[in-house]
């Protein structure tokens, strides 16, 4: 697996390079790099959209108490868009705008989370207080007054 990872991170720049080249020689130099920055405004302002969106559902998700997991892989697809958005190239910006819809990304859960296994674990910690303990109340505690505290110095 850590093969093929590095190994995409090898091809990506040149599979860029010979999109950059092919549309290039399809549509000329300055179409070219037009739509490499039209391509960036409008997926900042999907990001834009899309974060403030995911933003707002985790917001609720953790109001009303419930597990944000969709939230959450959700916000974590966004960036990456994000980071794909970055990169310039066609490729990268084509994966960028895809991460970006929605429906893709419900898809994508979909596909992952039936591979998922939730496992839950709780730690307990329990210390018992003797005789000699420096935090029983009354005993060990310093009271500093008002003048005697400096917030963070």
Same mark, same amino acid.
């Given at each position: 697996?850590? +093969? *093929? %990872? @590095?190994?995409? !991170?090898?091809?990506?720049?040149?599979?860029?390079?010979?999109? *950059? #080249?092919?549309?290039?020689? @399809?549509?000329? /130099?300055?179409? =070219?790099? &037009?739509?490499?920055?039209?391509? &960036?405004?409008?997926? &900042?302002?999907?990001?834009?959209?899309?974060?403030?969106?995911?933003? @707002?559902? /985790? +917001?609720?998700?953790?109001?009303?108490?419930?597990?944000?997991?969709? =939230?959450?892989?959700?916000?974590?697809? $966004?960036?990456?868009?994000?980071? *794909? /958005?970055?990169?310039?190239? *066609?490729?990268?910006? #084509?994966?960028?705008?895809?991460?970006?819809?929605? &429906?893709? +990304?419900?898809? $994508? !859960?979909?596909?992952?989370?039936?591979?998922?296994?939730?496992?839950? =674990?709780?730690? =307990?910690?329990?210390?018992?207080?003797?005789?000699?303990?420096?935090?029983?109340?009354?005993?060990?505690? %310093?009271?500093?007054?008002?003048?005697?505290?400096?917030?963070?110095?």
């Amino acid at each position: 697996m850590t +093969r *093929f %990872i @590095a190994l995409g !991170f090898l091809a990506l720049p040149l599979i860029e390079i010979a999109l *950059f #080249i092919v549309v290039g020689r @399809a549509i000329g /130099l300055f179409p =070219t790099l &037009a739509l490499v920055i039209l391509a &960036a405004i409008a997926g &900042a302002l999907l990001l834009r959209q899309q974060g403030l969106g995911v933003l @707002a559902r /985790l +917001r609720n998700s953790v109001g009303e108490g419930t597990v944000p997991g969709r =939230t959450m892989f959700d916000a974590m697809l $966004i960036g990456a868009a994000a980071v *794909f /958005l970055v990169l310039p190239g *066609f490729l990268s910006d #084509i994966v960028a705008l895809s991460l970006l819809v929605p &429906a893709v +990304r419900g898809w $994508i !859960f979909a596909a992952l989370a039936s591979r998922v296994r939730v496992v839950e =674990t709780t730690t =307990t910690y329990r210390r018992h207080a003797g005789p000699d303990d420096p935090l029983l109340p009354g005993q060990g505690n %310093i009271d500093l007054d008002e003048n005697d505290w400096r917030g963070g110095r």
